[in-house]
């Protein structure tokens, strides 16, 4: 071993049948079934009896046993001779897992290091062109085929050579030469290409066996040859690598390729043609071209069945070919709860009657009747968390929209917090491409990996099967179910006859909203307590709890008007209640003069999120210039009854209280320290006091209003004779004056006989 491990080789694992424990000793991490995994053995502790596990193993044997019992260690694949059991790292429980990081090393940085791809091995793209011109096209010496062997080394060259050539092109955007370095381009390109040569698949065969050249100038040499003859055509250039032993110089194509390309796009044509049609054509061509002429449509068929890959996008569409033919990834849904929602717009298979007015002119007159149609549907947007393919959000409209899905993942996010006590956002976020310019920066606020479906392809779309779950278990059986979709078996539809016959019974727009409604209300029952108990197996670091601020913003609603917040509170219209909200951010008292956007939650009017914005004259939002963003809770209505008022009253009254103390304390505290600083430029410069106002401004109450004397003068005036002042009056005797409290008045100062507030 080198380190003195001990390391069972293929004993049973205890208890557990087939659970053998062969351990690679040069990787401790693998990819199984798209999931990083570790080798059960490097976990378990050493026993010499059963010669199982490690010596930097930490869990004893038994105990290993227990928590795999209660799903804390899941394994995801028994041992056997020649196979190592192996453990799903991510799911294994947190201290085990922080335990195995400390003795190993982290599996995921291990597994990406191994997985890291070069920007050569990225650049290679298969080329079928390629591959159909070696294996199929290509003859020498009459109507010889080249060794399979040589197609595939042919191949494979085409391709690292179109990888090289495009990476040359666009060495810039690729950081291969340039900058202020020189360097020589084709050098490094044949390192990359060299580096190819080291890559191995998980049994140990190459991925990308080529015999181009190992140095840089034979290289270059060879992919500008190959370029120059590519430029005259592409199978020319396929042609230019072929060796001299397959008959190069004297190679021919198939001489019934032409009529091949005829047949081919015959049967590719989206109008389908039979096979009787595509003969008649066919032989229209034929007899042009001096060819054989067709004389069975069995003939077309074989053609057909042979053509079947590559004209199946003609006829049946793209769409066909990816589910059908292009090969398909098998995931695996997640075992965490809030790990990967995904949501889509569903047109509910439920019909319901509609009334519309409509006016009709008869003999000169316009009469109003009501219109009434039956075969109305709903659609429901649907967010389906993977995990247990449990619906955590859903909204109903008459057609799917931005605004729809909006409310649908409001709905879920709320759901969120009525089940785990806060609102949470997604870690990942699946949707299809409706609307992506509007929708995309939505969904990327939403969570941390926004993942859009791939187009035309909707098996990466587990939402779609659960459409076709909610028609068969629930719309099905109700008498108003409109059916299946236009691909389904026609003889498995509802009777439309019947449906006619009894098209009046048909239920209205609400019973349609209940009873879809009440299918989510089933499909949450029935998974909840599965739900739930993946939610605790969820990591800590998979949640991501949605702020009040950040889901207000993204998720609130607004009147589209600005509002003012004054010493009352702020004030919106809110179905036809006048509601107030205020903040305790003793801040927000310094923005009374700025216009807000409100916006709020409909389904929770407890607060709501503030951002200053410019209004037009009309008082609507001209543009928001979010430099200011507040929450502001819903204010208390406090009964003036004490026999009324409840704990709660007397406590935001406390509250309501402490704030306006604090809120006089800090114009206390301004207005000191205001006249602290005029007080003493004063001090230095006498004359700023003598030849300004600034010394009667000094004269100010703890609040920084000015003390108005000029009351008590008039009280204390008599019918006296004026007479002339003796005493020579000094600023410093001024400056005495005053030795009172906060509240009491300023003495008189003969100074300032106009001193007003």
């Not at 430029?681 to 004397?709: M, N």
Request: proline share 3%; with cysteine.
């Amino acid at each position: 071993m080198g380190t003195g491990e001990k390391r069972g080789s293929s004993h049973n694992f205890g208890a557990v049948p087939g659970l053998a424990l062969i351990v690679n000793e040069n990787v401790m991490a693998e990819i199984f079934n798209n999931r990083v995994c570790v080798f059960a053995n490097e976990i378990i502790l050493f026993n010499s009896k059963s010669n199982i596990g490690s010596e930097k193993g930490f869990v004893p044997e038994g105990s290993f046993y227990t928590m795999k019992n209660r799903n804390q260690i899941i394994v995801l694949r028994r041992g056997t001779p020649g196979s190592s059991a192996l453990v799903d790292f991510e799911t294994m429980r947190q201290d085990i897992k922080n335990k195995y990081i400390q003795v190993y090393g982290d599996p995921r940085a291990e597994i990406a290091a191994k997985t890291q791809k070069s920007i050569l091995e990225d650049a290679i793209v298969y080329s079928n062109a390629a591959y159909e011109f070696f294996s199929v096209k290509y003859r020498y010496d009459g109507d010889k085929k080249l060794p399979p062997a040589k197609i595939d080394e042919y191949t494979l060259n085409v391709r690292i050579m179109n990888a090289l050539l495009s990476l040359r092109d666009g060495r810039k955007a690729n950081s291969i030469g340039g900058g202020g370095t020189r360097i020589n381009v084709w050098e490094k390109l044949c390192k990359l290409s060299n580096d190819l040569l080291t890559l191995k698949d998980p049994n140990g065969r190459d991925i990308f066996p080529h015999n181009l050249p190992k140095n840089w100038k034979a290289l270059k040499r060879k992919c500008e040859q190959y370029e120059a003859a590519r430029r005259i055509s592409e199978e020319e250039g396929y042609r230019s690598v072929i060796h001299k032993s397959y008959g190069n110089k004297y190679a021919a194509v198939v001489l019934n390729e032409d009529a091949k390309a005829v047949m081919h796009k015959l049967i590719s044509m989206h109008n389908n043609l039979n096979n009787v049609q595509i003969m008649e054509e066919y032989n229209k061509v034929a007899s042009l071209m001096d060819w054989k002429l067709i004389d069975s449509p069995t003939t077309v068929e074989n053609w057909r069945q042979k053509f079947a890959l590559t004209t199946m996008a003609g006829n049946k569409g793209s769409k066909a070919l990816k589910n059908t033919r292009m090969k398909q990834i098998h995931r695996e849904a997640p075992t965490q709860a809030l790990t990967y929602w995904t949501l889509d717009g569903w047109d509910a298979e439920l019909f319901y009657q509609k009334k519309t007015p409509k006016t009709v002119k008869k003999n000169g007159e316009e009469k109003r009747y009501m219109y009434t149609t039956y075969t109305n549907r709903k659609t429901m947007v649907v967010v389906l968390d993977a995990c247990e393919k449990y619906p955590v959000g859903y909204a109903i409209g008459d057609h799917e929209s931005p605004a729809l899905i909006r409310e649908a993942l409001r709905n879920a996010i709320q759901h969120t917090k009525e089940l785990f006590g806060e609102r949470y956002k997604p870690l990942q976020l699946q949707s299809d491409n409706y609307q992506k310019k509007v929708m995309v920066p939505f969904y990327e606020a939403m969570t941390k990996y926004y993942t859009p479906a791939a187009l035309g392809n909707a098996k990466s779309k587990i939402v779609e099967p659960y459409f076709k779950h909610l028609n068969v278990e629930y719309c099905q059986k109700q008498a108003n179910w409109s059916g299946f979709g236009i691909t389904a078996d026609k003889d498995n539809q509802p009777n439309l006859e019947v449906l006619n016959q009894n098209h009046k019974f048909i239920p209205d727009e609400a019973t349609v909203i209940a009873q879809l409604e009440a299918i989510i209300a089933q499909e949450r029952a029935k998974k909840i307590d599965a739900y739930r108990a993946a939610w605790e197996r969820t990591e800590e670091a998979r949640k991501m709890p949605f702020g009040i601020e950040e889901y207000l913003m993204l998720m609130g609603e607004t009147t589209g008007r600005t509002n003012k917040i004054t010493g009352s509170g702020l004030f919106i219209e809110f179905m036809g209640e006048r509601i107030c909200f205020d903040s305790f951010d003793l801040s927000l008292r310094d923005h009374y003069n700025e216009d807000w956007i409100v916006r709020f939650d409909p389904d929770d009017m407890s607060q709501v999120l503030v951002s200053n914005a410019k209004r037009l004259k009309s008082g609507r939002v001209d543009k928001e210039i979010g430099t200011l963003q507040y929450v502001l809770q819903r204010d208390i209505k406090v009964p003036m009854a004490l026999v009324d008022q409840k704990p709660e009253h007397f406590e935001y009254r406390a509250r309501v209280d402490k704030f306006n103390k604090e809120m006089v304390e800090t114009v206390k505290k301004k207005v000191k320290d205001v006249d602290k600083r005029i007080t003493t430029i004063c001090q230095r410069i006498p004359e700023i006091a003598a030849g300004t106002v600034l010394d009667r401004y000094l004269i100010t109450d703890s609040l920084g209003q000015h003390k108005d004397v000029r009351s008590k003068m008039r009280d204390d005036a008599t019918d006296a004779d004026f007479t002339e002042v003796t005493q020579h009056i000094t600023r410093q005797s001024v400056a005495m004056a005053s030795t009172g409290t906060d509240d009491e008045d300023y003495d008189y100062n003969p100074l300032d006989m106009n001193f007003s507030r």
